[in-house]
């Protein structure tokens, strides 16, 4: 009598694994949140800090009211369940058409929509316990419950970036646990359907969700493009999430334009003038380079350049992100643009984090390093523009050897720029700053680091389009509201540098 008794009933064994699904989707809001801010707003530290922050104090505001939740629990329960379904599925959707087309109301809607899914969330599991009280003795009723929600949580962590935005997109994705929150929901309307009150208004609810939530999953790419078409001036010919950024390729008068979360990379139409400021002036003053290395620069954009060079015997791309490699290795409209480099038998793709990897003891030395990192919108990339990393560099850069860094704009974040400059100068490198015009940008700076004095070339290689010898020197002069401001070093113990970037750029994008 008493082993029946203390065996555990189908209708609690249904609710600890309703525990499971209701952290998963729980977890993937909150992830979504963070990432599509971090996407939109840059910065993911301070995105994710934010939006988690607030997830979990409306968390609490939920456990809180949930004292309020009396008489007909599973009813309580279950409608919860479809409004968490409803508004936590379709909030990646939700805040990517309104970035595009509302954009000032995407802040306010970001933290609105975090703090209701967090608040039902806070109310989920303390109803699903004081249902369970019925029959769970508490020490173990608090241990299993917890143990799920925590189990439910691991899961949606580890299969976020490595499975669900990769394959599915956010939108997708949003979408397919918002119609599992729906499901959690059916199934309590069967488990408790002697209870309910209104049996048939519940199940007309929840195939009203469902059926709305099926259909934002089959349509999430349409949504994706109505969002995305808005965003971008031109036509949007491939778009991809990959682990670690949103991939867009646009097409237009101006031809192909690479964005990455949102911020444009290059342009087709003035590419080259960018390409050939970043790599010449460095490959051309260092006289016979045989060993390069390009950290970032996964178009392939870059190594065009540098394999104009007869000297050159190998160049070692390392790229973090593999899709990106792929990407500009294999379609043939990009292979064009740049000229089939990254299947040059001289080239080999690494996909690794460069701060990582220049910590390997076995690299060597390199006669040029090209630095084409993204600007530093947050910490992640900061990390690549701190002194620490720059001393790392120095240890691979031959004695003869350049690297050139890619350094932002002088005239809109002016005081960003010297940063570089200074931060360069700060592991025991010399520092030459100078800037070039490209239209799709305005004006551009670059930094030459190097342990002995650069010189401008004498001769550039035949056929560039902006670049030559006579006009080269000129790069190096900084009119009044360009010239060299104080600034501060740039560690990684304070990241100044994703501060100012963020101050200085705000005044234009506000």
């Known amino acids: 009598m008493s082993a029946r008794a203390d065996a555990p009933r189908a209708t609690d064994v249904a609710l600890l694994a309703s525990v499971f699904v209701i952290a998963a989707c729980g977890l993937l809001y909150e992830l979504a949140a963070g990432a599509l801010a971090s996407y939109l707003l840059g910065d993911s530290v301070l995105q994710f800090s934010t939006i988690i922050g607030t997830y979990l104090f409306a968390m609490g505001i939920g456990s809180w009211l949930s004292r309020y939740f009396e008489r007909q629990l599973p009813a309580h329960f279950l409608r919860i369940e479809l409004l968490v379904a409803l508004v936590g599925g379709a909030l990646p959707a939700t805040l990517f058409i309104v970035n595009a087309h509302v954009p000032g109301a995407f802040r306010v809607l970001l933290y609105a929509m975090v703090l209701l ?88 609810a929840c195939a009203a969700v469902l059926a709305a939530l099926l259909a934002g999953l089959i349509g999430a790419d ?134 990582q990897w220049l910590q390997r003891p076995d690299l060597g030395f390199f006669d040029v390093i090209v630095v084409d990192f993204p600007d530093p919108t947050h910490f992640a990339i900061g990390k690549l523009y701190t002194d620490s ?8 850069l031959a004695a003869s050897g350049y690297a050139v860094v890619q350094t932002t704009s002088p005239l809109v974040a002016r005081k960003s720029f010297w940063t570089v400059a ?35 070339p004498q001769s550039l290689p035949p056929g560039l389009r902006f670049l030559d010898a006579a006009s080269l020197p000129l790069l190096l002069q900084f009119p009044r509201d360009m010239a060299r401001v104080p600034a501060e070093v740039n560690r990684l113990s304070n990241q100044v540098l994703v501060h100012t970037y963020e101050q200085e750029w705000g005044r234009v994008h506000p």
């Not at 100068?425 to 010399?430: D, K, R, T």
């Open 389 to 396: 990393f720059y001393a790392l560099l120095r240890q691979h």
């Open 117 to 204: 899914v967090g608040t039902l969330v806070g109310l989920e599991i303390p109803l699903v316990m004081r249902i369970l009280k019925r029959n769970v003795r508490l020490q173990d009723l608090v241990s299993q419950v917890l143990t799920f929600d925590y189990l439910g949580a691991l899961a949606v962590s580890l299969a976020f970036p490595l499975l669900l935005v990769p394959q599915l997109g956010l939108v997708r994705t949003g979408f397919l646990f918002g119609f599992m929150n729906a499901a959690v929901a059916v199934w309590a309307l069967w488990l408790f359907r002697h209870e309910l009150r209104r049996v048939r208004a519940h199940a007309l």
């Open 422 to 456: 200074a931060t360069i100068e700060a592991v025991g490198l010399q520092a030459v700053p100078y800037h070039a015009h490209v239209p799709s940008f305005g004006e551009w700076g670059y930094v030459i680091a190097s342990q002995r004095p650069w010189q401008p």
């Open 222 to 355: 349409q949504l994706t493009r109505f969002a995305e078409d808005k965003f971008y001036a031109d036509r949007i010919v491939f778009s991809e999430a990959s682990p670690y950024q949103r991939i867009v390729l646009t097409q237009g008068r101006g031809g192909v334009r690479l964005y990455l979360n949102g911020n444009l990379q290059f342009a087709e139409s003035d590419e080259y003038r960018y390409h050939e400021a970043l790599v010449h002036p460095a490959m051309a003053a260092h006289g016979g380079p045989r060993r390069v290395a390009v950290l970032g620069g996964g178009d392939g954009m870059a190594v065009r350049e540098i394999l104009k060079y007869p000297s050159v015997q190998s160049v070692t791309l390392v790229e973090l992100d593999p899709a990106m490699t792929q990407l500009f290795a294999t379609n043939p409209q990009l292979v064009r643009l740049n000229g089939g480099a990254l299947q040059d038998a001289r080239v080999q793709v690494v996909n690794d984090d460069a701060f």
